[in-house]
């Protein structure tokens, strides 16, 4: 192989069972020691542990990609403790850097858009890093993640709009009141979905009252949710003061009639109220919602708009996929670039090692030679290193920008057999930055 | 050089509103700093057109109706950024305020040497009248832009249906408190203008039908503005009803305008 290169082995919501991924499951401190263990277990160069809920993942850079994997497979099955072959998906070079730009991005989600797994994705990478198990190649492929992740975000809508009903309240309520701060939210009865929605509102700073035919029943559901109860008999008062009123009741007729809102609506001066029906049968008149300021919405509308979120957001990952294409590609461009780098340095070196060796050998049976002599001969073999590898490593930086360059630098680094010899020079990884740095120096020379 | 001016003005106006529109239908966020940024330039140009103009003619913008115009379009556009700062969600207005801007701009536009200010014309009260008027459409103009997205807001939120824009407008009740505050600064600047404007009326008896048409066109916008102001605080009308009279009134107040620019252009006599 031509250098190391990105592979992932690991399982998610789509593949396996929660039992299987929750024995797997690491988080906090435990995630650095494991981290180690890992690297050192497997002898990945570089390695990066994902834990969430909905997956495990280990992302490796290394250059002996079927056995490392292997090595991480049998570490994860000693792990759970049993067979893990059945849930586990590997993908290898450019698959591997997609997934990982797929995750972070949220499109691999089981609520495609949602947005902790960003923050997942970014506390493994700091994990990684201040365990040392992060290289070139896994940071930039992370660092290029989290920048794919912002374009997403950005630049589609894949997170815009919730799909959950009692969150669709919420974000209605926020397009009516810019502020749910200090806003009052009114209760009525106690349908599950009810409370689950003013939970909602009340994250967002609104207060929150409660109404019930029974007045410990109101108690208890304030309590719970830190608000105030009210009797039945204050319903009409309290939906004069409210902003956002919640009807959840089992009463069988209209809770809230037309008749009663007109005068609701006179006294609270028209100020704009968002009524919300979850009640089935239903507990508001629906002839309320044709009142001027008056906004009301039934189960079936907040279902519908979960339904619209979740097609529209689908639509929008189409969107987000070519965008992770490209970066894909971006990526590859650069690791390929990359590569190229070291073995262009390894050949220049090689090369001008052999003139070098045999300038030395020469040297003693040449007599009379000075000073300037011997460097003109030094400059002689400089430029000739040049000139030889001229052609060679203008095709090499060529073939870095195709698929093909690839076959073309394995071939390089076989024909001047560079592998052993930069083996022998110092471990891969430290070569390999260094590499880099040198070769950025090089370019400089006129070759 | 002035009406090179002119055109660079115009085409940065109306890129300006084309953005903005893009960014209100579409989303995307590169289009809504694209969008300032060629609003910042046309401010710019816009300045300097009028800058040119004063050079050239000696005269200060309040001295004709076109240069008003193009003065009253700068005002419009001050205040918006103005309000944009403190309220960035604001931003999405641009797609309604730029059009007018340019509407505005593209009055001054027709026109025609109409000779020295008649004499009984010419008096102290003129800059102040047109002065006052300005900043008073400035602000109506804004107040115009909140309206319009309340209204658009609003049907979304009824009709349930909710397209891109939904995202993108801001809540109804910032929208209707922009509008209201909007309306309260150019009421009383309106006042002023109405009541300057019908001395003049008085004293000058014109017969001709485009600028009597306008002083009626300008006392409805002023008892349709009063209307807003006024059932607000005695009714509690406020949303939907308030956006529909502001709506009214400014278009009352363009026809006033429209008045003065066909006189001027002579179009009618």
Known sequence: ?447 | VVIALFAVTAALYALAGGLYALFLWRGAAPTGSWSDRALGAAVVSHVTFLFAGFVHSGTLPTSDIHQALAGLSLLVVLGFLGTMRSRPRLRVLGAFITPVTLLLFLGAAFRRDVGPVPDPVRSALLPVHVAVNMLGLAAFALAFAAALAYLLQERQLRKKRFGGIFERLPALDVLDSVGLKAVLAGFPMLTVGVVTGALWAVRLHPDSFPLSAAQGFGLLAWILFAAVLLLRVAAGWRGRRAAIGTLLGFLCTLAVLLGYVIRDAGGVQ
């Open chain 1, 1 to 447: 192989m031509s250098g190391p290169n990105l592979a992932v082995v690991g399982m998610s919501y789509r593949t396996s069972p929660i039992e299987v991924r929750e024995r797997l499951a690491v988080s906090g401190e435990a995630l650095e020691a494991d981290l180690r263990k890992l690297a050192e277990e497997a002898a990945l160069e570089e390695t990066l542990l994902l834990s969430t809920c909905n997956r495990v993942e280990v992302y490796a850079g290394t250059s002996t990609a079927p056995e490392a994997l292997e090595r991480v497979r049998r570490w994860l099955a000693r792990r759970a403790g049993r067979s893990i072959d059945a849930y586990v998906y590997e993908h290898r070079g450019e698959d591997a850097v997609r997934h990982a730009f797929r995750v972070a991005a949220s499109l691999d989600s089981m609520v495609v858009g949602e947005p902790q797994i960003l923050g997942q994705v970014k506390e493994a990478y700091a994990a990684a890093k201040s365990s040392g198990a992060l290289g070139s190649l896994l940071d930039r492929c992370f660092n290029q993640a989290f920048a794919v992740a912002k374009r997403v975000r950005n630049e589609t809508e894949v997170a815009a709009g919730s799909v959950s009903v009692s969150s669709i309240a919420g974000e209605l309520a926020k397009k009516i009141f810019a502020d749910l701060d200090g806003r009052r939210v009114l209760l009525i009865g106690a349908g599950e979905m009810g409370e689950q929605a003013a939970k909602h509102l009340r994250k967002s700073g609104a207060a929150l009252y409660v109404v019930n035919r029974s007045r410990e029943k109101a108690e208890a559901v304030a309590q719970e949710h830190g608000g105030h109860a009210r009797t039945i008999e204050e319903l009409e008062a309290e939906l004069v003061l409210a902003d956002v009123a919640i009807a959840s009741t089992s009463s069988t007729r209209f809770v809230i009639t037309p008749e009663m809102m007109r005068g609701v609506m006179r006294a609270r001066r028209h100020r704009p109220l968002f009524l919300i029906d979850i009640a089935i049968p239903r507990d508001v008149d629906p002839r309320v919602g044709n009142m001027d300021n008056v906004f009301l919405y039934d189960v079936d509308d907040l279902e519908k708009v979960a339904q619209e979120n979740l097609s529209a957001r689908r639509r929008e990952a189409d969107k987000a996929e070519r965008i992770v294409t490209l970066e894909v590609q971006a990526f590859e461009a650069w690791r390929r670039a990359s590569a190229v780098t070291p073995t262009i340095v390894a050949l220049r070196e090689r090369v001008r090692g052999v003139l070098d060796g045999e300038l030395q050998r020469t040297l003693p049976r040449l007599e009379g030679l000075g000073e300037p002599e011997k460097q003109a001969l030094e400059r002689m073999l400089d430029a000739m290193t040049s000139k030889l590898l001229h052609r060679a490593i203008a095709e090499l930086k060529a073939g870095a920008e195709r698929q093909e360059g690839e076959a073309l630098l394995e071939s390089a680094r076989r024909l001047f057999d560079l592998d052993r010899a930069e083996a022998s020079a110092s471990p891969a990884s430290d070569a390999r930055d260094v590499a880099v740095d040198t070769g950025a120096r090089a370019k400089q020379i006129p070759s």
